[in-house]
Every structure is written in C-alpha cells, then in structure tokens.
C-alpha cells in the first residue's frame, strides 16, 4: 500500500528509553504516544492513493467528529460510524514528521479496525506501515495489513526492481507467497494465527509488534498481549519511565534493552543478500496508521469473499450504506518507540526528552477528541 505524512500530541502509556549495553545493540531515539503523537503525525487529506472509498479529514473535522484523539489512555484513529454516503467514509490517515532508516520500531497496540458483530470485517482495509520517497524505490514495509474477511495479519515489502528475498528464520505456520518485493505485489508472508489481526486481536487485548530493519533483514515479531516477552517490555518500559535520571538508572534501563536475538523466531523474515541489497532499496520511511475501504485490495477482491460478497452487490454499497458496521474500525496504540544503533548517550537522551512530555488524558466522555 502507498500513503503519506502527519501531526498531534497524546498521552498515555509512557515507554522508557533503554539505552544499550554496546555499540551492536538499540538506544531509544523516540517516543509517540498521548503526550506528542497529534504534534508528531500529519493528518493526510489527499485523494487516497489506493483508491478507497474514503474520505480522509483533516485535525480539525477529526477533532469536532471524535474521528481521533484521545481515550483508555491511548490514541484514538477511527472512522465515522453513523452516517451513509454515496462519496466516501471518513476516516483519517496519519503520517509521521519524522522518517527513519534501520532501526528498531516497537508498537504497542490495544485495539485495531475490525468489523462489528456480524459484518466479518467486510469493506476495511487497515494498515500500520512505512514507507520512503520515490515509491515504490526507497520501498515500503507492511507491518500490519489486511482486508475483508481475512482473519490472520499479511506482512508485506514493496520496492523497484531488482529485490527478490527469502524468508529464512520465519515461524514454520507463516507461508512465503511471493519472493519478488517489487512495485505493487510485492512480496508477501500469510500468518496463519487469528489473534495478531482484526477481532482476534482485538479480543485477546491486542499486543506489541516489534521490526527489526538492518542491512542483512527485515524482520517482524508479534507478541500477544499477556504472553512473556510482550508483558516484559510493558514493565521494563513503566519501571524505566518512573525511575530517577541517576546512573544507577542508566544501569537498570540498560539491563532491559530490547534485544531482538531474545525474541525469538519472527512472525516474517525479509533476507537481503545477493539477489537484494536492503540498504539500496529500503530507506527514510515515515510511520503511518490507517484505515481505508474498499479500493485496489479489499475492493477488487470482494466478489472472491463469500461472506462479503454475500452482504452486498459491491464493496462500495455495503461500506456506504452500513455505518454500524463500523463501529469497532479503529486503531487504539497505547505508544510507538523507535531505536536505533547509537549508544548509551542516545538512548538516555530519549529518556530525558521524555520525562518533560506533560501527560493529557482523554476518554468517552470527551468524545475522544484532544485538548488544545
């Protein structure tokens, strides 16, 4: 999928920086959640490049129409869930200001678009990924993204020619459907686990997804909300954020620096080598979290979804004539982190940055809208 770029502040759950204990592994360079992600992220407003049947808003209709903001602590992105439309659904899109190359990128996330009892998420297609300039060229990562009925998370790479991987290391259950990343088929991984997407997820609590992008790979892991590893980085990141900025502080982040060789075998492994020089095709990507309808995906392949195809003629009447369907489409993200190589000093420069974040709470009652 293509898309672009976005801005707002939150607060919420507040993920400590953990600075590394050598120069191989990650300090924390930034951190999005309650207290920054509105002033961090652009909310985009173009005509969806994917060609949905949507409408995405700007900050200030997001804000009026509870279609973001915030609640339960996290961030809110939804969709409008209570008019019909001939035009579009509205929805909201947003970018980060900022783009990265390699790293690691940890989200945490409570809640993603699926649909409501019934409707067999039929017409959405969410996605959390990144993406550089000069699509597909600088390449994008799909981390998470699906469509229609699809009930278990597709982890995609896209990019220009001359990119064909392997997926050596990935968890046995995942299959390797196509090799070739380039342009828009690029090459895809089908999980096969109902509670890393859609309302599996969402029924289990969610979890944290974790990419790990270097030279040799990219590499995705999910841990289901409750499981060891997921539960570990939650508590290293509160008891890290409550701790004084003495060196005795220093050293117990340090001991809990996210290692990726701990987490073991990835959800999708993307191997570079020979026949695809990561560095040459994957670089300065901007984060992005949103949820369109319909469109080159859950669009074209509606007549293929028995269930879906089933509610309506076509993607568009059964999106445009149902907004109740729609009422579980959002994406609720407790906070992102993003490491990189750089050394201790890094990570604990993401810790002071962070601790000067005021804190701003949300919830129903506030129509899930931010406060200026």
């Known amino acids: 999928m293509v898309r672009l770029r976005a801005s707002f502040r939150f607060a919420g759950l507040a993920f400590a920086a953990c600075s590394v204990r050598a120069a191989s592994q990650y300090g924390l360079v930034d951190v999005y959640d309650a207290s920054n992600f509105f002033t961090e992220f652009d909310f ?32 809110y992105l939804g969709v409008d869930y209570t008019n019909t439309t001939t035009t579009g659904r509205r929805s909201v899109r947003l970018t980060s200001k900022k783009a990265y190359t390699k790293g690691l ?74 090799a070739n990343c380039q342009g828009n088929e690029g090459c895809t991984q089908q999980t096969t ?29 999910f841990f289901p909300r409750g499981s060891p590893v997921a539960t570990q980085l939650a508590a290293g990141a509160d008891a890290t954020s409550s701790s004084s900025s003495s060196s005795s502080s220093s050293s117990s982040s340090a001991a809990s620096s996210p290692d990726p060789s701990t987490f073991g075998p990835p959800l999708a492994a993307f191997v570079g080598g020979p026949t695809c020089s990561i560095d040459q095709h994957f670089a300065n990507h901007n984060l992005v979290f949103d949820t369109t309808f319909c469109g080159d995906w859950a669009g074209r392949v509606w007549a293929d979804d028995e269930t879906c195809s089933a509610l309506a003629s076509t993607c568009e009447d059964f999106v445009g004539q149902n907004p109740g369907a729609f009422t579980q489409a959002y994406w609720l993200v407790n906070g992102l982190r993003v490491y990189q190589a750089g050394g201790e000093a890094q990570g604990r420069q993401g810790r002071q940055q962070l601790r000067k974040v005021g804190f701003r709470r949300g919830g129903p009652a506030e129509g899930r809208r931010w406060r200026a």
């Open 44 to 75: 985009f407003t173009q005509p969806d490049p994917t060609n949905g049947f949507v409408k995405y808003v700007d900050a200030a209709t997001a804000n009026r129409d509870g279609l973001a903001g915030f609640t339960e602590g996290g961030v």
């Open 105 to 178: 990128f940890i989200a945490d996330i409570a809640h993603m678009p699926a649909g409501a009892t019934g409707s067999g998420s039929c017409g959405l297609w969410p996605a959390f990924w990144m993406f550089g300039p000069n699509w597909p060229n600088s390449g994008e990562v799909d981390v998470i993204e699906g469509v229609n009925s699809q009930t278990s998370n597709s982890v995609s790479l896209h990019t220009g020619a001359g990119c064909t991987i392997s997926n050596t290391g990935t968890i046995s259950t995942t299959k390797l459907l196509a």
């Open 193 to 221: 686990s109902s509670d890393n997407y859609g309302t599996g997820f969402n029924a289990a609590g969610g979890g944290v997804y974790a990419v790990e992008w270097t030279s040799a790979a990219i590499k995705v892991w």
